[in-house]
């Protein structure tokens, strides 16, 4: 009996020492530190070894390029680096286990910068009037063709009487003559002739477009320079600032003022917008008051998930003229469940289906709601790809087909669209499927970028325009059927495209704004804080909205932000003029964008309601972190990663109170 118990024990501690040695594990790389010059190779050697240093060869190590090195560096399944832009960058190193952890870490590498090739000077007037500021732009390629902003640049004029330039680009004429300006990096010198006239104009009027509005909306002012016989001088640059003072001395008056004379007030207040062009000054106040668009959000229904996590979801009238929903889940067992949400306020499932695959990231239902896809990711065949679904009768689903062509490396998203699905692959492209006949599906055509280390997250389709999310490639839009490039799914051709600095595009939502305006909003997606995939403690986010103005596809302009603290944006949904977010640990936002949109939404406060899907049954006790929001029939859906979908009513609107407060 002792024999036995000492043997027990044995074990037990054999065992805990077993599992701490695995809890330490970690990659070893070889060399220890990489240096490159663009264009060059190396190649990464990596091993997993425990705390003792011993090799674990069973472990396989996979090799990625973290997200903003994607287009400066490249990294293939050998561990091969090619440098192609110089900076510093990561390397991810990932090696998962059977049960799907995994041991991650990060491996600097440096490109070293190419030597300066060129010195450009940009938009310099022919004739500039004396008095005036000008924006110069400066811009510095090196011999690989890339732009360098971290240079220092040698600013000089041959004669600093005539005219001075600063480092930031701006050009003070300081009186009637010519001079050379002159900025050297590196031994490259850019030059240009400059040529100061004496200015014509005595006075400068400005006006605006209204008088008196609320935070948010958009004012236009136009100034008009003059000379002394009346005449309008129309080349020489007007400047337009503001200063505000609050109504409420807590709060700092604050907005944006754009150099085209757009202005928009955050806060409640009087704001003075000021031009001046020289010696010439006008300035015109504008009262700003409150938004006043907050509507109360009630929760209504609650179908649970609190086994799993809860992924995508669709709403959709059926066949029998009853409301569906179907849910993916994620990190699990590979089901989806569907719903009846005919009665928001009683939400229950009714079927479900289960297929090879750890993930079904995305489920998209058919205009006519007679087929479902649903996406896979981590089948134990490798095969992934996605499922076609009968869905006439939501209460007995069935399976059509399976699909995976091309598709092996993972579905995370998808659409479906007149026949086609736009399934994602690997996270590199889309193919578009022709599903006309479910059971014979095949592919018609592929979408891919050409750019190095470029990579998609999710394809959006609407008005025959597919939109998609190319993180640092940011917003594609591509004709499959609109007309206006001459596209179709067999023929997919981009036509107009966007990236903003950060290079962390998730999602993107068109809409064509009440204005005349046409937008698309590009969504964020960063785990700055971490992420818990097992579900031990809640997850935060960040991240947030970007609203470009596409009305001019050449000239795309990223105009207004909306983003809340400590949370971070995932997936949308845009109704008229409002807009329904999901903002992961921060729960469902309903917003108003009607109007034209300039500035910070949230500050402007035209955040209408929100509500946070706590759960004490879920995956994660009172831990929410919201998926996507989808309008339908009046009623806001949500699904929630750690606690199902959910329902809520926005209350109607109330009568407009169109007279503004006098100060």
Not at 190 to 202: M, Q, R, T, Y
Request: proline share 5%; charged share 25%.
């Amino acid at each position: 009996m002792k024999k036995l118990l000492f043997l027990t024990l044995y074990f037990v501690i054999m065992s805990s020492f077993k599992t701490f040695a695995q809890d330490e594990l970690s990659i070893r790389v070889t060399p220890p530190s990489l240096s490159l010059e663009i264009g060059e190779k190396a190649t990464l050697n990596a091993i997993v070894v425990d705390q003792n240093g011993r090799e674990q060869p069973d472990r396989k190590v996979l090799f990625y390029a973290g997200r903003q090195s994607r287009k400066a560096i490249t990294i293939d399944s050998t561990g091969q680096v090619t440098a192609l832009k110089g900076g510093n960058y990561q390397v991810i190193l990932i090696s998962p286990d059977t049960s799907g952890k995994r041991i991650r870490q990060y491996y600097p590498v440096l490109v070293k910068d190419a030597p300066i090739a060129k010195v450009e000077l940009l938009d310099v007037p022919e004739k500039i009037y004396a008095g005036t500021t000008s924006r110069i732009i400066i811009k510095v390629f090196d011999a690989a063709g890339f732009e360098r902003t971290n240079v220092d640049l040698n600013i000089k004029t041959d004669n600093e009487s005539v005219a001075k330039l600063d480092k930031y680009g701006n050009l003070t004429a300081l009186k009637p003559g010519s001079t050379t300006l002159r900025v050297e990096v590196e031994g490259i010198e850019g030059s240009s002739s400059l040529k100061i006239v004496k200015n014509p104009a005595v006075k400068l009027e400005l006006a605006s477009d209204m008088d008196a509005a609320r935070t948010g909306d958009v004012f236009h002012f136009k100034a008009r320079l003059l000379d002394k016989n009346g005449k309008e001088v129309t080349d020489a640059p007007v400047k337009f600032a503001f200063h505000g003072e609050s109504d409420n001395p807590e709060y700092t008056a604050s907005g944006v003022i754009k150099q085209d004379g757009r202005f928009v007030a955050d806060v409640p207040g009087l704001y003075t917008v000021i031009a001046t062009s020289g010696a010439n000054s006008a300035m015109k106040s504008v009262e700003i008051s409150q938004r006043n668009v907050s509507r109360k959000i009630e929760v209504i229904g609650h179908g649970s998930v609190s086994d799993k996590h809860t992924s995508d979801f669709w709403i959709w009238q059926g066949k029998d003229g009853k409301d569906y929903g179907v849910t993916g889940t994620w990190g699990a067992d590979g089901t989806a469940y569907f719903w009846d949400v005919t009665d928001p306020a009683n939400i229950f499932k009714i079927d479900s289906v289960q297929v090879d695959a750890r993930t079904v990231n995305d489920v998209k239902v058919s205009e006519d709601g007679n087929i479902c896809i649903i996406s896979r990711e981590g089948a134990s065949n490798r095969k992934n790809g996605i499922i076609i679904i009968d869905c006439k009768n939501p209460a007995d689903v069935k399976i059509v087909s399976t699909f995976t062509e091309n598709l092996t490396g993972g579905v995370h998203n998808l659409f479906i669209d007149k026949g086609y699905v736009y399934a994602l692959s690997a996270g590199r492209k889309y193919y578009i499927i022709d599903i006309k006949d479910p059971a014979n599906p095949f592919i018609v055509s592929d979408f891919e970028l050409e750019t190095p280390g470029h990579s998609i997250h999710d394809v959006w389709i609407e008005d025959g325009i597919a939109y998609s999310s190319n993180w640092a490639d940011g917003i594609q839009l591509v004709d499959i059927g609109n007309g206006i490039a001459g596209g179709s799914p067999k023929n997919p051709v981009q036509f107009a495209s966007y990236a903003y600095p950060s290079g962390a595009n998730h999602a993107s939502f068109p809409y064509n704004s009440s204005t005349g305006k046409f937008y698309v909003v590009g969504g964020d997606e960063k785990f700055p804080y971490g992420l818990d995939p097992e579900g031990d403690k809640p997850s935060r986010a960040a991240g947030f909205l970007h609203f470009i103005d596409f009305s001019e596809l050449n000239k795309p302009e990223e105009v207004a932000r909306f983003e809340i603290p400590m949370a971070g944006s995932h997936n949308y949904w845009i109704d008229g003029d409002i807009l329904y977010a999901a903002f992961y640990n921060g729960g469902v936002r309903v917003v108003d964008i009607s109007g034209e949109l300039l500035g910070d939404l949230y500050k402007q406060g035209r955040e209408i309601a929100w509500i946070i899907p706590e759960d004490p049954r879920g995956f994660v006790k009172n831990a929410p972190f919201t998926w996507g929001a989808q309008l339908h029939k009046g009623h806001i859906f949500y699904s929630d990663w750690n606690s199902g979908l959910w329902s809520a009513k926005l209350e109607p609107v109330k009568p407009k109170n169109t007279k503004l407060q006098s100060r």
